[in-house]
DNA sequence: ACGGCCCATCTAACCGGTTACCGAAATTTA
DNA sequence: TAAATTTCGGTAACCGGTTAGATGGGCCGT
């Protein structure tokens, strides 16, 4: 391959030294202006192109920060990248990106390639499936910032920026009982995702707050439309049904409603439902599916913000920070 | 932050030299044993890893490739990445993905990024707005490979792997005609993509080989699902409206199929529809959309591989290639 | 006892930049 | 006019590895 114009080649055509070279480009007040001149438009000439991996040998810096994100395909995810994306390239950042397709093995390995490429900074969303946390570990004892997003992980050293589910869990169930539901289904992630937990929490909390008593029969696990077509098969058979389904995220509510229809069940005159997300999908589907608007993008900006701060703390010591993004209910043909 | 352990901890806490450790660690022959267990074990006691960057600086190469990319979010380009990472992933090179957001500008400075960076290999789609491509010519005078997925342009040194476009086009417009369709309309992407070019050709193909007549007034520059809500408005309230809608991609053909439900019409009994895509989105409309299957995760796959070959070619003299991925009509209930 | 040879390791140059420090010439000052 | 001070640019170390070639000690044969 060809061989880049490096500043030795413009030193040596202008019978200078290195030096010269290098303090001449970013303009170094010991540099005369005609030597300046000189060098910079041989520069632009030649096109000579600073090699970034000089550079970051020298700073032992890459500019470079790795997302670690399940899968872009989920639209609430590829609108976190967006937002990423957005600040660090106007903070001169590249963005790595890499998908554990919510396999555990697959994460630790994109850990170690985040600890071998020496990206300066981590961004987390980790695997449904991941229980040890040694991975992260790492990271954090090789003193790189973190910030685990959507997803978080209390115990480490590292930041997070993450949705706030109990509220918007909150916001959805109240919503479905002022439509006058009574038996409110919730299809949940699983219980060991702090977001889980804390959608449960805003459900029953709803549910107490408004005089009807939480059952445990009620809760699913289930957070795929595979799934969701699977289980509400049975139960919205039942001569018990619920009157409304709470799911965790718009596709498992949309395979709900699927279920439902094919059932012979009207939305929302028989079933309610409300998803999570606010996706395309949300809209696409009939009729549209009410559901929670995690602004993704948004906790992308946040997150990264965040994230790039700490790198430019430039060191590790720093009081950990937990940001909750606000969430919005948006009302549509399914309630 | 902390300083990264270096093979110069090692050799002074063994009292031996900084060659000696790097001949140890890769099992040089002219270490001799004891020294070489020695050293590996220091190293992985002090949790020794190579620094990524000083090798590049060394080798002149990243095993980076970047990845451009009109918008992630979309299923198709989603899929594609996926195969990227699985095959680039398998051959221990990193991806960096960057999305132009269809946005010329952006393009040009994600291609600067390529240069500044030095990836080893580039991937590209270009955005719809791209008519001047001097950015890629920059690249291929740095004889960097590339290799155009799904647009691509033939005049660059740049092979390319794309959808077959024509006979992807050709079976769904087939397939609409086998139902009883007469009056097909197409809705496609702007012409100066090839892509757009290519599909009207099958388009054509498919009607004449049937004995009816293409009629450019047919034909419609719209290719997002906001488009085909406004335009089909006044197509299907016209007393000649369309039996049939050919879309470019799922988006646009349920943005039509929205409209038309609106307005009355059934679906597939006054009006049959067909996308291109196979995405999330098609089954999660009803009824389900009948598609044209563009296999992105294989042409993912297809594009990285030939992109690797290239660069271990270790040469930019090679004959372009151009590949083409098979396509497959996926029906459904819209037809 | 000495030249030759092998083995194990070290020295130093290199990748492409940055930058502290040094030195010679030009200019100012006394 | 000699000394002091700028001005301008060069030298060399450094970032963390790789690797060709040098080095030096031990063992061999004669």
């Known amino acids: 391959m060809k061989r880049q114009v490096t500043i030795k080649d413009i030193a040596r055509k202008l019978?200078?030294?290195?030096?010269?070279?290098?303090?001449?480009?970013?303009?170094?007040?010991?540099?005369?202006?005609?030597?300046?001149?000189?060098?910079k438009e041989l520069a632009s000439i030649l096109g000579y192109k600073p090699n970034m991996i000089a550079l970051n040998l020298k700073h032992s810096r890459t500019n470079t920060i790795g997302v670690l994100v399940p899968?872009?395909?989920?639209?609430?995810?590829?609108?976190?990248?967006?937002?990423?994306?957005?600040?660090?390239?106007?903070?001169?950042?590249s963005v790595m990106v890499f998908q554990s397709n919510e396999s555990y093995m697959r994460e630790v390995l994109i850990t170690q390639n985040f600890l071998t490429n020496r990206v300066d900074g981590v961004l987390a969303s980790f695997s449904k499936n991941t229980h040890d946390f040694t991975h992260f570990k790492k990271i954090i004892e090789n003193e790189i910032p973190m910030v685990f997003f959507d997803r978080e992980r209390g115990e480490l050293h590292a930041d997070s920026v993450i949705v706030d589910d109990y509220s918007g869990a909150y916001q959805a169930v109240s919503?479905?009982?002022?439509?006058?539901?009574k038996r409110i289904a919730f299809y949940s992630a699983p219980?060991?995702?702090?977001?889980?937990?804390?959608?449960?929490?805003?459900?029953?909390?709803?549910?107490?707050?408004?005089?009807?008593?939480?059952?445990?029969?009620?809760?699913?696990?289930?957070?795929?439309?595979d799934e969701a077509e699977k289980i509400?098969?049975?139960?919205?058979?039942?001569?018990?049904?619920?009157?409304?389904?709470?799911?965790?995220?718009?596709?498992?509510?949309?395979?709900?409603?699927?279920?439902?229809?094919?059932?012979?069940?009207?939305?929302?005159?028989?079933i309610r439902l409300v998803g999570f997300e606010n996706s395309r999908s949300s809209w696409i589907c009939e009729p549209e599916l009410t559901t929670v608007d995690q602004f993704g993008f948004e906790l992308g900006k946040?997150?990264?913000?965040?994230?790039?701060?700490?790198?430019?703390?430039?060191?590790f010591d720093y009081e950990?920070?937990?940001?909750?993004?606000?969430?919005?209910?948006?009302?549509?043909g399914t309630t």
Chains 1, 2 share one sequence.
């Not at 010991?30 to 030597?35: A, E, G, L, N």
């Open 15 to 39: 019978g200078v030294s290195i030096s010269t070279v290098s303090r001449a480009l970013k303009d170094h007040p010991d540099i005369s202006v005609k030597t300046r001149e000189a060098v």
């Open 71 to 93: 899968e872009v395909e989920h639209y609430f995810f590829s609108s976190v990248l967006n937002g990423v994306e957005e600040v660090a390239y106007k903070n001169d950042f």
């Open 175 to 181: 919503h479905l009982i002022s439509k006058g539901c």
């Open 191 to 225: 219980r060991h995702l702090v977001l889980g937990k804390n959608r449960l929490e805003g459900y029953k909390a709803a549910l107490e707050d408004n005089g009807i008593t939480y059952s445990p029969d009620m809760v699913y696990s289930c957070d795929t439309f």
């Open 232 to 270: 509400s098969r049975s139960i919205l058979k039942k001569h018990d049904r619920p009157d409304a389904i709470f799911a965790v995220n718009d596709l498992t509510a949309i395979g709900a409603m699927k279920v439902a229809k094919k059932l012979g069940l009207r939305v929302p005159d028989d």
């Open 302 to 315: 946040e997150a990264t913000g965040l994230l790039l701060s700490r790198i430019k703390l430039n060191t």
């Open 320 to 332: 950990v920070e937990r940001r909750m993004m606000k969430t919005q209910i948006v009302v549509r």
